[in-house]
């Protein structure tokens, strides 16, 4: 989840971003701008979800950036931090589409309050209803019965959806990657990259994983031995969802390892075919969202 902060204020740029980085939910990354201008290039270049901007500035107000992103129709979420506290004013950017207007000063709390549902919307905004054909030679499962499996098997509050087709960044690294392969040939035939959150979410689906092995999974990128076994186990009860449609056999899952660094398959996978992959999100209560690509081979 991408914000930019956008103030002439060096030092309030530093409070926010320090405040922003005590947000639990999920880890946020974050870019600061000192201009409206400088913002609107990061925006072209970085493309944030969220932009938090100060009103008065020398060069472009808040509110002017506020009316540019919308103008732009920008596929991006805007609010104010500002000393700006007049209900008339605070109307005027509501009414120009701002989703609030915190005015300094704030603690923390208040700004986590005021984030966390831009940081839900922005995470339900990237599923879909759209389901392309798979090959029919694609050992890959239905979402809907993957599901159901994992109400049976790991936890009935467990949600996945398909979401619009994922790409590679290397701010979503580190990561965790299965290989499923067919149980007689030894064959590979399915790989699932899982975002850390992903991780987080099937772990602690299948097993009682305490909050702070979670928090240095997200916050720091430490997945412990203990979160890889848990995934491990969610993903190997359910693997003959991952059902070859020739030969009737389900796929088993044959290793889980973790991904620290890119290279070039893991981006080549990225890439591939709308046919032979299928991209998810995974949920369970007060949890952040995880990604899932699913590729398939023949």
Same mark, same amino acid.
């Given at each position: 989840?991408?914000?930019?902060?956008?103030? %002439?204020?060096?030092?309030?740029?530093?409070?926010?971003?320090?405040?922003?980085?005590?947000?639990?939910?999920?880890?946020?990354?974050?870019?600061?701008?000192?201009?409206?201008?400088?913002?609107?290039?990061?925006?072209?270049?970085?493309?944030?979800?969220?932009?938090?901007?100060?009103?008065?500035?020398?060069?472009?107000?808040?509110?002017?950036?506020?009316?540019?992103?919308?103008?732009?129709?920008?596929d991006?979420?805007?609010?104010? &931090?500002?000393?700006?506290?007049?209900?008339?004013?605070?109307?005027?950017?509501?009414?120009?589409?701002?989703?609030? &207007?915190?005015?300094?000063?704030?603690?923390?709390?208040?700004?986590?309050?005021?984030?966390?549902?831009?940081?839900?919307?922005?995470?339900?905004?990237?599923?879909?209803?759209?389901i392309?054909?798979?090959?029919?030679?694609?050992?890959?499962?239905?979402?809907?019965?993957?599901?159901?499996?994992?109400?049976?098997?790991? %936890?009935?509050?467990?949600?996945?959806?398909? &979401?619009?087709?994922?790409?590679?960044?290397?701010?979503?690294?580190? $990561?965790v990657?299965?290989?499923?392969?067919?149980?007689?040939?030894?064959?590979?035939r399915?790989i699932?990259?899982?975002?850390?959150?992903?991780? $987080? &979410?099937?772990?602690?689906?299948?097993?009682?994983?305490?909050?702070?092995?979670?928090?240095?999974?997200?916050?720091?990128?430490?997945?412990?031995?203990?979160?890889?076994?848990? $995934?491990?186990?969610?993903l190997?009860?359910?693997?003959?969802?991952?059902? %070859?449609?020739?030969?009737?056999?389900?796929?088993?899952?044959?290793?889980?390892?973790?991904?620290?660094?890119?290279?070039?398959?893991?981006?080549?996978?990225?890439?591939?075919?709308?046919?032979?992959?299928? %991209?998810? $999100?995974?949920?369970?209560?007060?949890?952040?969202?995880?990604?899932?690509?699913?590729?398939?081979?023949?």
């Amino acid at each position: 989840m991408k914000i930019l902060l956008v103030d %002439d204020s060096a030092a309030t740029l530093e409070i926010i971003k320090r405040g922003l980085e005590k947000f639990e939910y999920r880890k946020l990354l974050i870019k600061k701008a000192n201009s409206a201008k400088e913002a609107l290039k990061e925006i072209g270049s970085w493309q944030p979800d969220i932009v938090l901007t100060d009103w008065h500035m020398p060069d472009i107000s808040g509110l002017s950036l506020l009316k540019a992103i919308k103008q732009k129709q920008l596929d991006i979420t805007i609010a104010m &931090v500002t000393t700006v506290d007049e209900q008339d004013k605070v109307r005027v950017a509501l009414e120009h589409g701002a989703e609030f &207007v915190l005015s300094k000063p704030f603690a923390d709390n208040d700004l986590h309050h005021k984030i966390m549902p831009l940081v839900l919307a922005a995470e339900a905004k990237i599923k879909t209803r759209k389901i392309h054909t798979l090959h029919k030679g694609v050992a890959l499962p239905q979402v809907g019965q993957w599901e159901r499996l994992m109400h049976k098997h790991v %936890d009935d509050k467990l949600e996945l959806h398909q &979401v619009n087709p994922l790409s590679f960044s290397p701010e979503d690294l580190p $990561c965790v990657m299965a290989v499923f392969e067919d149980p007689e040939s030894q064959k590979m035939r399915a790989i699932a990259i899982l975002d850390i959150y992903a991780v $987080c &979410v099937l772990a602690k689906s299948a097993r009682a994983i305490s909050e702070q092995t979670s928090h240095d999974a997200i916050h720091l990128s430490q997945i412990s031995p203990e979160l890889l076994s848990a $995934c491990k186990e969610a993903l190997s009860s359910t693997s003959y969802a991952f059902l %070859d449609s020739y030969t009737r056999r389900s796929l088993r899952l044959k290793s889980l390892r973790f991904i620290g660094k890119p290279f070039a398959k893991l981006r080549r996978l990225y890439k591939s075919a709308d046919n032979m992959r299928i %991209d998810l $999100c995974c949920q369970r209560p007060n949890m952040a969202q995880g990604k899932i690509l699913l590729v398939g081979f023949l």
